[in-house]
Each structure stands twice: as structure tokens, then as C-alpha cells.
């Protein structure tokens, strides 16, 4: 029954290597998010895919590129690993298109704590 | 750029109702969010507005005046499981939120 979910739910890594966090939605959406929220809980987006076309790409590090093998999955490669990369990412999903003027509620997933030593 | 504030943090008492404002200044407005979100979980979704005026949802009330760039959030009949962070988010356009940096709500007996 689960909506959104994300794998791993932890994940503890060294600073310097590549990681992946995968995230798959059973909903039907068209859209799905990767946000990152940091220490001090800000919650912040970094990019959104629309059946499978990037729409969003906030100015994240090149270091991150998500990827979106078919509408019902957004994974998220971590390369080269930062200290400053610890914090929890949420993958999200919502129905319908990516339009400038179109809004629909974004479900969220679980959650990936990501602690870089 | 985009300015989005509420405060940082609230304490009520169970059975009491508390208010809790959003006001904002951004690039682009199509719809205004509250999310609820307990600690160590994902944030859940509360409520949508995106004419003016007041949203009911059973104990939990939204309303916006965009006008005036506010929002607020109306919780009555508080329990201790609404113990939460509340956050505020904008659509700023093409499906992009931003989000406050959340109001930390703690109800005590």
C-alpha cells in the first residue's frame, strides 16, 4: 500500500564515494521531486522530472544527477561525496503536468538520512 | 527572490486553538500549502489555498489573503499528537514549492 517510498532509509557513507538513493511511487503521477532538507530542517527543492523529462533543476551541485527510467521511478546519484551532502532527502510525487500555472498536492516520501563522514 | 516566513516556534496547551502565520514574497504564486510533519517522518499534506478566504478541513482551518502575502494556519481543540513541525510552501510556478523554514509546534497537557 505504500505511496512513495525510498531506498535506503538510512544511509551512512565516507566522504569521497558515490552513492545512489532509489525512489519508485505506485500512485499513477506523472511528476515526481527529489527535496533535500538540511540540519536545521529546511526543506528545499532540488529537482522534479515530468514523465520522465527534468523540468526542475535548482542549482544543485553537478555532482548530483537524477535520473528517471520511467515515470513511476526518480533515483538520485550522489558522486564524490561531501561532508556538507549530510541531510534527509525526500523524494515527492504528484498527478498531472508540470505547467507554469498548475498545481496539485505533492506526496511525500519516507525519507533517506544521508550522514557523510 | 523568494521570502517566505513564519515563526520559528509555538507553544499551546491541549484543547486550545493557536494560529500560526505564513507571509510571503515570491516570484510567482499559483497556490499556497500547509504540510505537517513529525519528527524523523515526511511531511503530510494539511491544506490548499489559492483564492482568498478561509479553507475548513475539521479541526484545521487555512487561510490566505493574497493581497497581502499571508497565510495562516488554525488548529482548535488541540491534541498532544499535533506536536509537529508546520511548514508553509508556496507554488511558485511549473510546480515548484518553497517552503518557509517551518513553525515548531509543541502542545503540553
Known amino acids: 500500500d505504500t505511496a512513495v517510498s525510498q531506498t535506503p532509509k538510512y544511509l551512512v557513507t565516507q566522504m569521497g564515494n558515490d552513492k545512489s538513493i532509489k525512489c519508485e511511487q505506485n500512485l499513477g503521477h506523472d511528476t515526481m521531486y527529489w527535496y533535500k532538507q538540511d540540519s536545521k530542517k529546511f526543506l528545499k527543492i532540488m529537482f522534479s522530472y515530468n514523465n520522465k523529462e527534468l523540468i526542475i533543476n535548482e542549482t544543485v551541485p553537478n555532482r548530483f544527477s537524477p535520473k528517471s527510467p520511467d515515470k513511476a521511478h526518480l533515483n538520485l546519484h550522489i558522486n564524490s561525496l561531501e561532508l556538507g551532502d549530510s541531510a534527509v532527502y525526500f523524494c515527492?510525487?504528484?498527478?498531472?503536468?508540470?505547467?507554469?500555472?498548475?498545481?496539485?498536492?505533492?506526496?511525500f516520501g519516507p525519507g533517506t538520512r544521508l550522514t557523510v563522514l | 527572490g523568494q521570502n517566505i516566513d513564519q515563526p520559528t516556534e509555538m507553544t499551546a496547551t491541549e484543547g486550545a486553538i493557536v494560529q500560526i502565520n505564513c507571509t510571503y514574497q515570491t516570484s510567482g504564486f499559483n497556490g499556497l500549502f500547509w504540510y505537517q510533519q513529525h519528527a524523523g517522518e515526511a511531511p503530510t499534506f494539511l491544506s490548499y489555498?489559492?483564492?482568498?478566504g478561509l479553507e475548513e478541513k475539521g479541526r484545521f482551518s487555512s487561510f490566505l489573503s493574497r493581497s497581502k502575502g499571508y497565510s495562516y494556519l488554525l488548529l482548535k481543540e488541540l491534541q498532544m499528537k499535533d506536536s509537529a513541525s508546520y511548514l508553509c510552501a508556496v507554488n511558485t510556478g511549473f510546480q515548484k514549492l518553497v517552503f518557509g523554514t517551518g513553525t515548531r509546534l509543541l502542545v503540553s497537557p
Open positions: 515527492a510525487s504528484s498527478r498531472g503536468t508540470s505547467g507554469r500555472s498548475y498545481t496539485d498536492t505533492q506526496y
Open positions: 489555498n489559492v483564492l482568498d
